[in-house]
């Protein structure tokens, strides 16, 4: 596709309607979507609690790019460019692993814990071994979350963090354990999957198990108006004395790109779980299960749900035009034992039922967008006012 052509596609956007074919389904704009959204956005990368101890490191691919997140000696955490200085090798082949260095498998070229070249260089190169540390990755941390931008100049971090951090310190993420992940590759296009993510007005069709613990498909319906009424100011009074925040149902971002509210769950249910009792120890300063949930998003690579005992966070990951690489993380308390504190049958289910529900009609969408009975459909001005908005997100990113 030609560049007049992407042109072409971003001027005919609708807001309030779905994207044209060619934005699901066209390498030209995957490309430029991994240029534009992906490497110049800040993307989750994981968990401080994966890389507890110094030497602990993870790697994160974003395209052909791929970063190595590290615990120095120091306490610190970084990351790097995964990439020798050399001749280029990819330094890191694994996932996941400790070391007091990293040592490309080349030439046996070493890098210390913060990215600094362990040899001498001067003689045999010409150039000073403090010229040829690995390339530093801008990074940011907030509430046990790490985020990296492979851009020179990423965009500001602050106004996110400010929203972000006080709404994730009671849930102790930065203190927990992951219990477990899964991961998927999902047949559909990273933006299908976002589009499902931003509305539930699927969700009577396809997530029973979800509907039964949450609000969200009575909202702005009159008929349940005085019951959620109700119930939002009951747990607004009893948060305000817990110290946590007044609770919102409503699931617009708090800004273009992220948000952090919390949200009150039904009548008997203290976690998302299948029955709604409590499955584990419960989280980070919580004094009790009465907490509702935490829901945080941030454009174009995360989301969690936290209840009272356990988090369930999600990586979204483009691989091309038509495949996205998801990664759900299940996070307990740090001391939490499994088969002792909580089983992995019982914390599970609800969102892995409630995940992979969404894969299939995601797959679903994807064969139908790339079909020769596909346009773009209106989108509904209440139940999916913020897929809307993420589509008016992602267009404003590509025009900019």
């Not at 190595?68 to 890191?92: L, W």
């Not at 001391?335 to 992979?356: C, K, N, V």
């Not at 009609?361 to 209440?382: D, F, H, T």
Request: net charge neutral; hydrophobic share 40%; charged share 20%.
């Amino acid at each position: 596709m030609a560049a007049g052509s992407l042109q072409a596609l971003r001027a005919a956007y609708r807001s309030g309607w779905a994207l044209d074919a060619g934005f699901y389904a066209d390498p030209a704009v995957f490309d430029q979507d991994m240029a534009v959204i992906f490497a110049r956005n800040w993307q989750f990368a994981g968990h401080d609690c994966e890389i507890p101890q110094a030497g602990d490191w993870f790697t994160h691919a974003i395209g052909r790019d791929s970063v190595i997140v590290a615990r120095g000696r120091d306490g610190r955490v970084r990351a790097f460019h995964n990439v020798c200085r050399h001749r280029g090798a990819r330094i890191c082949a694994q996932e996941r692993g400790r070391a007091p260095a990293f040592v490309c498998p080349y030439h046996a070229w070493a890098y210390d814990l913060t990215g600094k070249l362990m040899r001498d260089t001067t003689a045999e190169h010409g150039v000073a071994s403090s010229e040829l540390g690995l390339r530093p990755v801008a990074m940011r941390q907030v509430g046990g979350l790490i985020f990296v931008s492979l851009a020179e100049q990423p965009p500001d971090f602050a106004a996110a963090e400010a929203v972000l951090a006080p709404a994730l310190r009671p849930q102790g993420v930065a203190r927990a354990k992951i219990a477990t992940t899964a991961e998927y590759l999902v047949q559909a296009n990273w933006k299908v999957i976002w589009e499902n993510n931003r509305e539930c007005f699927h969700c009577p069709t396809t997530h029973p198990e979800y509907i039964r613990a949450n609000y969200d498909i009575q909202l702005n319906d009159p008929r349940h108006e005085a019951e959620i009424a109700a119930r939002t100011d009951a747990c607004a009074a009893d948060w305000k004395r817990k110290g946590l925040e007044v609770p919102s149902l409503q699931s617009d971002m708090t800004g273009a790109w992220y948000r952090a509210n919390r949200t009150p769950l039904r009548p008997g249910w203290a976690s998302e779980s299948l029955d709604g009792a409590q499955v584990a120890p419960l989280m980070g300063e919580y004094p009790d299960a009465e907490v509702g949930t935490l829901r945080t998003t941030v454009f174009p690579s995360f989301w969690m749900h936290g209840s009272c005992d356990h988090a369930v966070s999600t990586r979204v990951t483009p691989v091309g035009p038509d495949q996205t690489k998801v990664k759900v993380y299940w996070l307990v308390a740090g001391h939490a034992q499994e088969g002792r504190d909580y089983r992995l049958d019982r914390i599970m289910p609800f969102w892995q039922r409630t995940s992979e529900q969404d894969w299939t009609i995601c797959e679903a969408v994807q064969k139908g967008v790339q079909s020769r009975g596909y346009v773009p459909g209106p989108l509904a001005k209440v139940k999916e006012r913020n897929v809307a908005q993420f589509l008016d997100w992602y267009v404003g990113q590509l025009a900019a």
